[in-house]
């Protein structure tokens, strides 16, 4: 069988492009995210015709002119306006009982069995342009507007077929590019009933960023489900993608969820941002004395280590920073993930793909074959897990994993629940840290503050403790968007296993018997005490420390 061609391969053997061209596209297309066809019409190096013809030789389709072309009648009465709309797709004949439906997207053939149980009928399918396939649809069925008509709906429809000058194609790469300047880490996309409104996460809260006209929404969600390689005929359940596209000079990937609401579907983009991410121990915001002691924990040869918190705690980003430290050429590092956010340059990541079996044990299993040094675990969430990963850790190895649990101790108890024998979760677990994300006081804006009294109590904050030391509060200003804050650092709880937390661990202790032997034989600071201390050194709030951590985590 003969290799399917790449389209620039098609249009160099059709004479229409130089390889040079083909190179500037290609560049055009990875910085804004389109495609090689969409990248040469958009710098007008080849005409619309002429990728739909070189796509129907490509995927062995007939070419329709619908700019030229009359539809009778009784061919537009076999579809109703709903499923033109939903399929992007107009009928152009009928023979017996077959259909033949233009479409401006090879990709979209796959829509065949769906179209045939709507049409009751056999359909094949022929490729037109964006254009053309545009103005048929609002010509014959009413669906958007004609693309000569300049206002907002004729773009949008322009846009999501990937016409000529594809403004929403610029529309949604500029958004992009304003969350990155933004320092976003989400990218909220969300219909509503009259508008739609676009949401950028920073330091963890969420803002309004701008609201677009709701008759733009069908071609943006569009765009973006395009760009994310999802189907973007499927409205009906959600999609996961992925995008990676270049923006201001930097290679981004997005990791991209779909999710069918009342008024269309919500789209949230991940920002995977290497050079915001990807960072050092030294900047995750620890304590001198918590640096040094995870430093010298994750330097043992064999053994355990579990860091806990809520989803968005940053846990993934402290176990990347502690790979960094630890990659080295005479050390193997193997990873199970899921999804793998960042591409670690040395280490071996694996992804979990539960469609095909591929879960965290069954990655686990065959990596030990592999013979690492080092392994990491993204998540331990049931017995099968966490018993392969204690044995990988008591055969030699050095394991990294999370759990979800609110504070350090509450890991060894969470183990024992899913059903670990206890000896065994004594004998390999190092340590167990827990951690919160907490937003740091803009250094440009923040202004000294007599903090109540009642706070002070609430954070167990001593009268001593801040004698002769100045709090800070959040004021704001244009570099912070005036909320106060900009940036955010870590807050930890750490303890090492000792011979007496073994022994507690071994005999099933409870939560509380464990939070109180490490902090009377390791010297363990809770998460709010932590906290305390990025107040008094005058890098955190009162106000930001009470949210994150509240005032009753430390028993």
């Not at 061609?5 to 390889?19: H, N, S």
């Not at 018997?513 to 709010?528: E, I, K, V, Y």
């Amino acid at each position: 069988m003969e290799p399917r061609k790449r389209l620039g391969e098609i249009l160099l053997q059709m004479g229409l492009v130089t390889p040079e061209k083909i190179e500037e596209a290609l560049t055009h297309a990875r910085r804004t995210g389109g495609r090689l066809g969409e990248a040469l019409v958009d710098l007008k190096m080849a005409t619309e015709e002429q990728i739909a013809r070189a796509l129907c030789r490509q995927n062995k389709l007939p070419f329709v002119d619908l700019e030229k072309a009359k539809l009778p009648a009784d061919v537009i009465d076999l579809v109703d306006t709903k499923t033109v709309a939903e399929y992007r797709m107009v009928p152009v004949k009928k023979q017996g009982r077959q259909v033949i439906c233009a479409i401006a997207d090879p990709a979209q053939v796959y829509q065949a069995d769906g179209l045939q149980f709507v049409l009751n009928a056999e359909v094949k399918f022929a490729l037109t342009t964006p254009t053309g396939l545009n103005n048929a649809m609002a010509e014959y069925y009413g669906v958007g507007h004609r693309i000569e008509r300049k206002g907002p709906a004729a773009v949008a429809e322009a846009a999501a077929a990937g016409g000529d000058d594809a403004p929403i194609i610029k529309l949604v790469h500029t958004m992009l590019e304003e969350a990155l300047r933004a320092r976003a880490s989400d990218v909220h996309v969300e219909p509503m009933a009259e508008r739609i409104r676009v949401r950028y996460r920073v330091d963890g809260l969420c803002f309004e960023a701008k609201s677009l006209p709701k008759d733009i929404q069908g071609s943006v969600l569009s765009r973006l489900k395009i760009m994310a390689k999802m189907d973007i005929a499927e409205k009906r359940k959600p999609q996961d993608g992925r995008i990676q596209i270049d923006l201001m000079g930097r290679s981004i990937d997005l990791r991209v969820s779909a999710l069918p609401a009342t008024h269309g579907e919500s789209i949230v983009m991940r920002i995977l941002d290497k050079e915001v991410a990807l960072v050092s121990l030294e900047k995750l915001g620890f304590h001198s004395d918590d640096h040094e002691r995870f430093k010298r924990i994750i330097k043992k040869p064999n053994g355990i280590f579990l860091v806990t918190g809520p989803t968005g705690s940053g846990k993934t980003t402290t176990l990347y920073a502690a790979l960094q430290e630890l990659n080295k050429p005479n050390v193997k590092i193997i990873t199970a993930e899921n999804p793998i956010e960042y591409h670690l340059k040395g280490i071996n990541q694996c992804e979990v793909k539960h469609q095909i079996g591929l879960d965290f044990a069954r990655i686990l299993r065959a990596m030990l074959r592999q013979a690492p040094n080092i392994i990491l675990v993204g998540e331990i969430r049931d017995l099968e897990t966490a018993e392969i990963a204690i044995q990988a850790a008591l055969t030699g190895h050095l394991v990294f994993s999370t759990l979800h649990t609110n504070d350090a101790p509450s890991a060894i108890t969470r183990l024992i629940d899913l059903g670990v024998k206890p000896f065994l979760v004594s004998t390999a677990v190092l340590a167990v840290m827990a951690q919160r994300l907490m937003r740091l006081l803009c250094p440009n804006c923040k202004a000294p503050w007599e903090v109540e009294p009642a706070k002070l109590r609430a954070l167990g904050i001593k009268p001593e403790q801040v004698a002769g030391r100045t709090i800070y509060k959040a004021v704001g200003c244009p570099e912070c968007r005036h909320e106060g804050y900009r940036g955010r650092k870590g807050v930890f709880e750490m303890f090492e296993m000792d011979s007496r937390m073994r022994d507690l661990t071994f005999k099933g202790a409870s939560t509380l018997d464990l939070r109180n032997q490490a902090r009377a034989s390791c010297g363990m600071l809770t998460l709010r005490e932590d906290g305390v201390r990025k107040i008094l050194a005058g890098i955190a709030s009162v106000d930001e420390v009470l949210r994150v951590v509240g005032a009753a985590l430390d028993v």
